[in-house]
C-alpha cells in the first residue's frame, strides 16, 4: 500500500510569486484536505476536496486554491506570495467511508523571501 | 470547534504507560475527540478518535469521561519511537485544527 507522496520536499520562492504543491493520496482514498503549519506551531486546515469538487475551507484568503484529479491526486496553489506563507503544507488523504482518519504526507517546506 | 487544554510537555519511561490528558470542557455533543501525534519532521499521525465511548485500537486507547469534558489517551507500553508530539483535537468534522499539543519525550 502506498502513502501519501507531496511533492517538492522544499521550495525556496520570492514574494509576489505563485506557487503549485503536488500530492497523491494514498491507495483506495478518494478525499484530500491541505494543512498548513508555520514553525513552532500546529496544523491548521487550508481545505478539502472531494470528487474534484472543494467540500469546505478553513480561514485561509482566495489567493490559496486547490485542484483534485480523477486519480484523486491533487494541488495547492498560493497566489502572490507573502513573507508569512513560508511554512510546511501538509496534505492528508482519507477514504470518505472513513473520513475521521486522515493520513498525512510529509509536506512541502516552503520558503518566501 | 471546542477548544482544548494539554499539558506542554510530560516524560515517560520506555516500557511503561503513558497517559496524556486533555480537557476539552466546552465539547459539544456532536464533536468528536482526535488524537495525531507528530513525530519531528514528518506529517501528522492519525492514532485514534472517539465520540462517547472509550475506543481502543492497536496503537492505543481512548478514555473519555461520562461529561465528555475530558479525556486520556494511553500508549500501553511507551517506547523511544514514541517520542512526539501528540495532539488532542476535537471537531464535528473533518476539518481538523491542531492547539500545540503536549511534547512527549520517552526516556530509556
Known amino acids: 500500500e502506498t502513502g501519501v507522496t507531496q511533492s517538492p520536499t522544499h521550495l525556496i520562492k520570492t514574494r509576489g510569486q505563485q506557487v503549485t504543491l503536488r500530492c497523491s493520496s494514498q491507495?483506495?482514498?478518494?478525499?484530500v484536505s491541505w494543512y498548513q503549519q508555520a514553525l513552532g506551531q500546529g496544523p491548521q486546515f487550508i481545505f478539502q476536496y472531494y470528487r474534484e469538487e472543494e467540500n469546505g475551507r478553513g480561514n485561509f484568503p482566495p489567493r490559496f486554491s486547490g485542484l483534485q484529479f480523477p486519480n484523486y491526486s491533487s494541488e495547492l496553489n498560493v497566489n502572490a506570495l507573502e513573507l508569512d506563507d513560508s511554512a510546511l503544507y501538509l496534505c492528508a488523504s482519507s477514504f470518505s467511508g472513513r473520513i475521521r482518519e486522515q493520513y498525512f504526507g510529509p509536506g512541502t517546506r516552503l520558503t518566501v523571501t | 470547534d471546542a477548544k482544548t487544554t494539554q499539558p506542554p510537555s510530560m516524560d515517560c519511561a520506555e516500557g511503561r504507560a503513558a497517559n496524556l490528558p486533555c480537557n476539552h470542557s466546552?465539547?459539544?455533543?456532536?464533536?468528536?475527540v482526535y488524537w495525531y501525534r507528530q513525530i519531528h519532521s514528518q506529517g501528522p499521525q492519525y492514532i485514534i478518535h472517539g465520540l462517547k465511548n472509550n475506543e481502543t485500537n492497536e496503537m492505543a486507547s481512548l478514555i473519555i469521561t461520562e461529561d465528555r469534558k475530558s479525556s486520556t489517551l494511553i500508549l500501553p507500553h511507551a517506547t523511544l519511537r514514541d517520542t512526539a508530539v501528540y495532539y488532542c483535537i476535537v471537531s464535528n468534522d473533518y476539518k481538523l485544527s491542531f492547539g500545540a499539543g503536549t511534547t512527549v519525550t520517552v526516556r530509556a
Open positions: 491507495s483506495g482514498h478518494n478525499t
Open positions: 466546552t465539547i459539544s455533543g456532536n464533536e468528536y
